[in-house]
């Protein structure tokens, strides 16, 4: 009953997910004024030619980010009912004969539903633009490995902002600090400039985010198969080069990051900030 009214809460908000939504909106809208052009033509450059499926990749490229960044607005967006709470509904539920952890449960599973439900859509937002411009479907394995790390993201994501929200006590700051995640996210990711166009401190940032190996796992399933059908007749260190740059891996010196190690960073993110979040709530 928690997490239902938790969905029932954001999704009756109107005003809710259009802000859960917002970062997907501004980051669609800046790939199709100029982000999708700018990219698109490096890619040419590099390639010396021009194909359809350029466009499908850097498509893929950014909308993978767009895809990881609602899994963390969407749980936030679903958040802001317990910071609500906190003021309005808090005196009903201490006295209720429910334990402080099932309330707790409550917030993070109905806030973790809500985010899952709202990546989904963003998904199928891309979707619908690849197909429009001539793309396919992602085959059934793919889809498979895109659920499973939506949910890793959506967890991890919902951990990190569920933590955050421990410590705003009013709709102020929650609105504050929200409005400074929307507004950063996207370079933190490493959506907006290609990882490897930042300084290097910088790309280290967005490396050790993990978030970031949210994009870049779905990055490798949405644009692997396209790049190598694009550098089919290139040097292999022009794709490795490529995949570099753009985030679709993450190199640490000698090391590059795989689907299974960012799939650990995030699991491990998430169990990091659980626990802490518990400690709070215990010392509390």
Known sequence: MLIKRIMILFFRDKTSVFFSLLAVLIILGLYIMFLGDMMEQALEAQLGYTSPQINIAMAGIIMAGMIAVTSITGCMGALEISVDDKKRAALDFLTSPISRSKITLGYILG???VGFIM????????????????????????FARLLFTVLLSV??????VYFLTLFIKTQNAFTAA?????????????????????????????????????????????VDDTLNELF????????????E??????????FTSSFGFSAAVLVFTTLVFYVLSLLVIRAK
């Open 111 to 113: 806030s973790a539903a």
């Open 119 to 142: 990546t989904m859509l963003a998904f199928g937002t891309y979707l619908v633009y690849i197909i429009a411009r001539g793309g396919s479907l992602i085959s059934a394995v793919d």
């Open 155 to 160: 967890l991890c994501g919902n951990a990190m």
């Open 178 to 222: 929200s409005t400074l995640i929307g507004s950063l996210i996207g370079f933190i990711m490493g959506i907006y400039i290609p990882i490897g166009q930042l300084p290097n401190s910088v790309g280290w940032v967005i490396k050790c985010f993990p978030m970031s190996h949210a994009a870049s796992m779905l990055r490798q399933i949405l």
């Open 232 to 243: 089919a007749s290139a040097p292999p260190e022009s794709l490795t080069s490529f995949r």
């Open 245 to 254: 740059m753009f985030g679709v891996v993450f190199v640490y010196g000698d």
